[in-house]
Structure formats: C-alpha cells, structure tokens
Nanobody, 120 residues
Framework: MQLVESGGRLVQAGDSLRLSCVAS????????WGWFRQAPGKAREFVAA????????QYVDSVKGRFTVSRENAKSTAYLQMNSLKFEDTAVYYC??????????????WGQGTQVTVSS
C-alpha cells in the first residue's frame, strides 16, 4: 500500500493546518492510522493514532487539545487537524498504516513525509 501525505507548509504560531494522507493499493478500512513527526536533530516521535474501531484515538501529551486525528474510509484518507500551532511543532510529519499503537513498529506502511514549519 502506498501513502502520500500533503498539506504541510510554512505557517505562523497560532495558525491551523490540516494534513492529509491518501492511501492506495490496499484496503484502507482494515488498518489503524498513525501520525508521527521528526524535528531536526531529533528522533521520530508519535503524534496521534486512530483505530479502525470507531471513536478510538490517542495522542501524545504535547498535542492533546490542539490536534485531532480522523479518517474518511470512503476516500481512503486520514487527516491530522492541527490548531494553535507552536514553534516546537515544526517537523516532518509522516502518516503510517498498521496496528493501533503509539510506537513505530506497530505500523507496516509509511508515507514520505510532509514538512510543517511554524514561525514564532
């Protein structure tokens, strides 16, 4: 399965941004979907995940209340709505498909990443 992220760009602190991840070549609804990010000089970290089970999501503490993960099975698309963006949210954001969890090894397929830059 191939994943393609989009929506990353340069924004100002306090702005909102929505990332999209479109899947092809597989059955979108069979998988849980995760979002990870990697800031310059840092390891990739978990951001959010949404299960194939309705309403089941999880977030890293630093984005709780600001980010919302969602999915639209009919469009084979996962979303990450990011509000009240902070400078420290600057990173390359990756979507991934696999089992539900907050660790990289839970996911089998990865996108190429999309850059989000937040200016302070």
């Amino acid at each position: 399965m191939q994943l393609v992220e989009s929506g990353g760009r340069l924004v100002q602190a306090g702005d909102s941004l929505r990332l999209s991840c479109v899947a092809s070549g597989g059955t979108f609804s069979d998988y849980a979907w995760g979002w990870f990010r990697q800031a310059p000089g840092k390891a990739r970290e978990f951001v959010a995940a949404i299960s194939w089970q309705p309403g089941k999501t999880q977030y890293v503490d630093s984005v709780k209340g600001r980010f919302t993960v969602s999915r639209e099975n009919a469009k084979s698309t996962a979303y990450l709505q990011m509000n009240s963006l902070k400078f420290e949210d600057t990173a390359v954001y990756y979507c991934a498909a696999g089992s539900y969890g907050d660790y990289e090894s839970a996911y089998y397929y990865w996108g190429q990443g999309t850059q989000v830059t937040v200016s302070s």
